[in-house]
């Protein structure tokens, strides 16, 4: 093949690919008003639901630890229940401001 054949062939290929551009224009600007509407409106759930289930799983852990600390307060050190006492509180407290972050969220 010769130059001119190419050079040809290249122009045809340059034009096909301009024109390609111009019918997908619309419908990649068509996509991105979708996801800039639909991933908010999937996130802020998901988001909310993430802070139920943390909150749910301190709350799991706060509770046995309590109890153990209740039932075993006599008989137990008193850096244990210190301890024990503590780490139940801290656990509770990240629970319970999870679950009310869900809230907040879902009604925001």
Known sequence: MDNSNLR???????????NANRRWAP???NSQKL?????PAAVKPLHSLWHQIL????????????????????TSSPIRVI?????????AIYGISSVLKARRISRS
């Open 35 to 39: 996801v800039k509407h639909v991933v």
């Open 83 to 91: 301890s024990e006492g503590f780490l139940a509180g801290i656990l």
């Open 55 to 74: 909150g749910f799983m301190f709350l799991v852990f706060a509770v046995p630890i309590a109890f153990d600390v209740w039932r075993n307060a006599s």
């Open 27 to 29: 419908t990649i600007r």
């Open 8 to 18: 040809t062939a290249g122009r045809v290929a340059g034009k096909l690919a301009r």
